[in-house]
């Protein structure tokens, strides 16, 4: 991961034969994620060696790990050399076995961070090849209508898709009133009377399932508006994007190449929502079963 930030803040992150075409913006660029501007400048009052102070900030955490996992490694070999019997072998299993079993949720969530890291090189690189070509502030501010609509339109389709596979988690036979705790009130077993007991306890399972579907439904709903709102807010600024490419009006002419750029960034950042989401359904899905 800081290997990740290293190469990202010293424009080594994107290679050549990683991009199968051409692109219309440079990947050689030194960005800084923004975890590691958050972290190193929070406190920095003198900001003009940006550059600098990041550097100096990832590498020392680079040396700092290198450090730390040479202890590790003296402190194996010394345990491995006092445990008689220990082979090469042995040593490969133990490793299979950390990777499959103790490691896989480290390793996805770091593979994860990895892949944001990535997305957000190729948002911000186009973000900077946008503004190389000098828009004046209407081309620039519609560009920023356009992506910051993108992300609320792709976001709000994935947080309802998401909703729905959490709902439909919620209503399988595993989670239905019977097995959940509020099915046995304390209040309700203590009744004696067989006959009002059972009855209060129908009566409270038809409330408490009513309500949950009740609730399901709201969220539903409001998550659906959310998702029809944002995605026409999204289709008004593309039309507005494209009527800037045939207006007379010089100021506010979008010229084909920006129209590019604009397309590509919400790409990007589309795909980044995706990737986000992903990531919550295989995370919510492991911990269902």
Known sequence: LWKTYFKSGTGQLIIPPETKQKLSYSTTLPIWPKEIKTIVLSNKKDKTNENGICLKFV?????????????????????ANNFQGYTISIQEKLIEYIEENLNSSLSKKIKHQVDLIHYDYHIRALKLEYFQHKPNEYQGQLMKQICQSKYEQETSEQEYEFLKQQIAYYNLP???????????HPFIDSIQNLFVREALKKQFKEVAIQSRITLFNIYLKSAEDQREEYQK?????????????????????????????????CNKIS???????KHKRESFQSKSN
Do not use: W
């Open 59 to 79: 590498n020392g955490q680079l040396n700092a790990l290198e450090h730390q996992l040479k202890q590790y490694q003296q402190e194996l070999n010394i345990k």
């Open 271 to 277: 795909e980044r929502i995706q990737c986000i989401y």
């Open 174 to 184: 595993s989670q239905s009133f019977e097995c959940s705790p509020i099915s046995h």
């Open 233 to 265: 807010k999204h289709e008004a600024n593309v039309k507005k994007m494209d009527a800037s490419q045939h207006t007379l009006n010089n100021n506010e002419k979008l010229s084909s190449t920006l129209v590019q750029l604009i397309n590509e960034r």
